[in-house]
């Protein structure tokens, strides 16, 4: 069965350092997302991506947020200076062609910020 | 704010039983309705979709859509150990793929052997 697949599982990193996570969404899916959840809160939406440029991000997705399809595959999230409060579970998620809103999720990225 | 509610449990049943999770939104223009699982330290996996007022059953799972009265459930029948988890109730306010799925804080059931 086709899968979301993220990496790193997990990373550990000083605060004030740039962090990029990698996701490959599911091959016909064309409509991608970040989300994330501080352990033992709510998944939040982050940002929503289609057909190369950003549809939605929620206020938490602030300057130092960027993300980018540098291919035909790989889908990243990159932090710019990460902050103790960035320390949550990242996870990538897409929805196929009929945009019916039925998010496929990766297994997470776990970023810990020290 | 457009918010998902749901009570936190966490909501014991015995196996066998039927388990009743709930769910209300603020947005009245949402169109689509989730329910996800998701196991402790895992990312959360689809379980329905409900997009029309009534009830959608797919095994031991029925959920059940009233949008008058901005209410979602889901029910489990059979309840099985396996089932422990918590979950997730989402809503999306139209038919746009790339409009955003709200997650409410999730409910957590605990199913006893």
């Known amino acids: 069965e086709p899968e979301v697949t993220q990496t790193p599982s997990h990373q550990v990193t000083q605060m004030g350092q740039e962090v990029i996570l990698r996701c490959v969404p599911i091959?016909?899916?064309?409509?991608f997302y970040w989300y994330r959840q501080i352990l033992g809160q709510k998944v939040e939406f982050l940002v929503s991506f289609y057909n190369n440029e950003i549809s939605e991000k929620s206020e938490i997705f602030d300057d130092q947020f960027s993300v980018e399809r540098p291919d035909g595959s790989n889908f990243t999230l990159k932090i710019r200076s990460t902050k103790l409060e960035d320390s949550a579970m990242y996870f990538c998620?897409?929805?196929?062609?009929?945009?019916?809103?039925?998010?496929?999720f990766g297994e997470g990225s776990r970023l810990t910020v020290l | 704010q457009k918010e998902v509610e749901q009570n936190s449990g966490p909501l014991s049943v015995p196996e066998g039983a039927i388990a009743s999770l709930n769910c209300t939104y603020s947005d009245r223009v949402s169109q689509s309705f989730f329910w996800y699982r998701q196991y402790s330290g895992k990312s959360p996996e689809l379980i329905m979709s409900?997009?029309?007022?009534g009830d959608k059953e797919d095994g031991r799972f029925t959920a059940q859509l009233n949008k008058a009265s901005q209410y979602v459930s889901l029910l489990i029948r059979d309840s099985q150990p396996s089932d422990s988890a918590t979950y997730l109730c989402?809503?999306?306010?139209?038919?746009?793929?790339?409009?955003?799925?709200?997650f409410g804080t999730g409910t957590k059931l605990q199913v006893i052997p």
């Open positions: 989402a809503v999306r306010p139209g038919s746009g793929g790339y409009q955003k799925v709200t």
């Open positions: 091959s016909n899916h064309l409509y």
């Open positions: 409900i997009y029309s007022n």
């Open positions: 998620a897409s929805t196929g062609p009929a945009g019916t809103g039925e998010l496929f």
